[in-house]
Every structure is written in structure tokens, then in C-alpha cells.
Nanobody
Framework: VQLVESGGGLVRPGGSLTLPCVVY????????MGWYRQVPGKQRELVAT???????NYADSVKGRFAISREIAKNTIYLQMNSLKPEDTAEYYC?????????WGQGTLVTVSS
């Protein structure tokens, strides 16, 4: 199983980006899918989660600006990011948890700067 994120890059404050995470291989009994981010020297933090039942949860700092979604036919999880701020600059990681394991992607860097 491999999770591959993409879509990161440099964007101006107020701009938008969509991060796709493609899942290669089969993961059964998924409990929750999510996006996390990490800044050098700080702990990885939760950005958004989506349960297998369709419930979503967002960090307070991104509520109303970010949206997590899933396209089953493409084995892809998305993070739509709008109204980006400099403090959103981080490495963004895709995550899937099932009853047996915790899977992570390699990360994609998002830089918000003018």
C-alpha cells in the first residue's frame, strides 16, 4: 500500500490549492482518512479527517476554509484549501487508519507567501 500526495507549491495569501492523495493498493476496513501538516521544529498536527461514515472534522484554524473529500472511483482523497494564509505553510501529509494499521504518505510542501 502506498499513499502519494501531490499538488503542493507556492501560492499567494488568499489563494487556493487542492491536494490529491492517491491510494495505491487495497486498504480494507478503513476507519478514518485525514490530512495532517507539520512545520519544522513542531509536532505534526491534524488538519481534517473524514470517517468511513462520511463525518468530517477540522482544526479550528482551517474551519470554513478547507474541505476534505473522497473520490472512491479514483482511490483519491482531496484537501481543498481556500483563503490560504502564511501560517498555513507546512508539509502536508495524507493518512489512512484502519483496524490494523496507520498509513502515511511522503508529504507535499505548501508555501503561502507574497
Amino acid at each position: 500500500v502506498q499513499l502519494v500526495e501531490s499538488g503542493g507549491g507556492l501560492v499567494r495569501p488568499g489563494g487556493s490549492l487542492t491536494l490529491p492523495c492517491v491510494v495505491y493498493g487495497n486498504i480494507f476496513n478503513i476507519n478514518v482518512m485525514g490530512w495532517y501538516r507539520q512545520v519544522p521544529g513542531k509536532q505534526r498536527e491534524l488538519v481534517a479527517t473524514l470517517t468511513s461514515g462520511g463525518s468530517t472534522n477540522y482544526a479550528d484554524s482551517v474551519k470554513g476554509r478547507f474541505a476534505i473529500s473522497r473520490e472512491i472511483a479514483k482511490n483519491t482523497i482531496y484537501l481543498q484549501m481556500n483563503s490560504l494564509k502564511p501560517e498555513d505553510t507546512a508539509e502536508y501529509y495524507c493518512n489512512i487508519q484502519n483496524t490494523r494499521s496507520n498509513y502515511w504518505g511522503q508529504g507535499t510542501l505548501v508555501t503561502v507567501s507574497s
